[in-house]
């Protein structure tokens, strides 16, 4: 019997032998796994140890994609707004263009406060406020020394308030102390901020019916667009402005999406300062949105980290230095993502880097008068600088 069983072992039919065969425990429990796996057949045996375990790392790797993708499914859009045509011609007189809108001319602007929460960007604050200051009364920002995700961070602002001598005396600064809770949602610290920048602007002085100018520095509304809501009557008491995307610089024109910037006539005791949809009217080609438009590459690491999304960070090396760089001149997705988008047709259609732009028409003024200081603003200078 035991002659037989040690024989036949040489031959390959392992089950037939082994199967019922007495042995020792662990001997035993081999041989019967052996037994099992020798009942499936080669496709199964691939789908077990291949395909399945492939799928896992797929969807570890590319859970998030999946799930934008599938976005369309599980999310309608939200109501589209109603678009307000926006008529504008340097050589054409502010009466007719608020008749164009079916607006009256005052007698005299009315007042506009421009307020914003300060993180780090520099830069574009600089080309936000050269672009309004002709026609803002005061500007209103408030820093925090804590990121919307709980992170201690410098007093940029502060510290660089002397490049801001051009606001000073329309400028009201506010500071305020994080509150660094752990493990905390960063909307909730988000939107702590904005509360406190309601005060900010009553100590601003602001009153009823001056423009409030409700946006992220990064949001940037054209001159001409505040010139012509301060001038013309019966504007609406919220509108919304529609800005063209932009990603990393002006060479990199995603589309005309942008509409959480908005501007109100201001209500006290009813405005709220907030970056959400307030109303259904949205002005047409009002201005621009740079996204991560950033000077340094320690800047584009420092706001990945700190602000709302940091979630999307999910392996280190999306924070690696020539990653970074070479993204940035791909106009790639600094987090790997897919178009946030609520159909297939407009997922498909921007899928892959955002094709460049050679146009520099239309653009803030204050960057073209300084191209040089802005080079990587504009087409063709994709590569930051080191620092
Ligand atoms: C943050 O700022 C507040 C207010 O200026 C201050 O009281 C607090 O000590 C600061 N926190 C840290 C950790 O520096
Ligand atoms: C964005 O708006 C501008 C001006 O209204 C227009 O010329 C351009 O074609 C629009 N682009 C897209 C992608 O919608």
């Known amino acids: 019997m035991s002659e ?5 072992k040489k031959t390959d039919d392992i089950c037939g032998d082994v199967c019922g065969q007495q042995g020792s425990r662990a001997a035993l429990s081999m041989s019967r796994l052996r037994c099992v796996l020798r009942g499936l057949d080669f496709k199964t045996l691939i789908f077990l140890f291949v395909v399945i375990p492939v799928s896992f790392f797929f969807i570890y790797l590319h859970g998030q994609k999946i799930s934008y993708f599938l976005r369309p499914l599980w999310e ?3 109501k589209p707004f109603h678009e307000i045509p926006h008529y504008y011609h340097d050589n054409v007189p502010m009466e007719t263009l608020c008749k164009l809108h079916g607006w009256g001319i005052r007698e005299s602007p009315r007042r506009v406060f421009d307020a914003v929460l300060f993180n780090n960007e520099v830069d574009m604050l600089t080309i936000r406020w050269k672009e309004m200051h002709p026609y803002v009364s005061e500007f209103v920002i408030l820093e925090s020394n804590s990121t919307f995700t709980g992170l201690l961070k410098p007093l940029f602002f502060a510290s660089s308030r002397d490049d801001f001598k051009f606001v000073e005396s329309r400028l009201t600064y506010g500071v305020i102390g994080g509150r660094f809770k752990k493990d905390e949602n960063p909307f909730v610290e988000e939107a702590y901020q904005r509360v406190a ?3 900010l602007l009553r100590i601003a002085g602001i009153e009823d019916d001056d423009l409030l100018i409700m946006s992220d520095v990064d949001e940037i509304p054209s001159a001409h667009t505040i010139n012509l809501l301060r001038w013309c009557d019966d504007i609406p008491p919220i509108l919304h402005l529609q800005l063209r995307n932009y990603l990393y610089s002006f060479e990199f024109f995603l589309d005309n999406e942008s509409w959480r910037a908005s501007v109100h006539r201001y209500q006290t005791g009813k405005t709220r300062y907030a970056h959400y949809r307030q109303a259904d009217v949205l002005l047409s080609d009002a201005g ?6 950033f000077r340094h590459i320690s800047e584009f690491i420092f706001k990945m980290k700190a602000y709302s999304h940091n979630d999307r960070v999910r ?3 999306y924070l690696n230095r020539k990653r970074i760089q070479d993204v940035i001149c791909e106009g790639a997705d600094l987090f790997d993502m897919l178009p946030e988008e609520y159909t297939f047709k407009e997922i498909i259609g921007k899928l892959g880097p955002i094709p460049h732009s050679y146009s520099a028409v239309h653009l803030p003024s204050y960057l073209l008068d300084n191209a040089e200081k802005y080079k990587f603003l504009l087409p063709g200078n994709c590569k930051r600088e080191s620092g």
């Open 4 to 8: 037989g069983y040690y024989n036949s």
């Open 76 to 78: 309608s859009p939200p």
């Open 197 to 199: 920048l309601d005060k």
């Open 288 to 293: 621009w949105h740079c996204s991560f438009c």
């Open 315 to 317: 392996f280190a090396h």
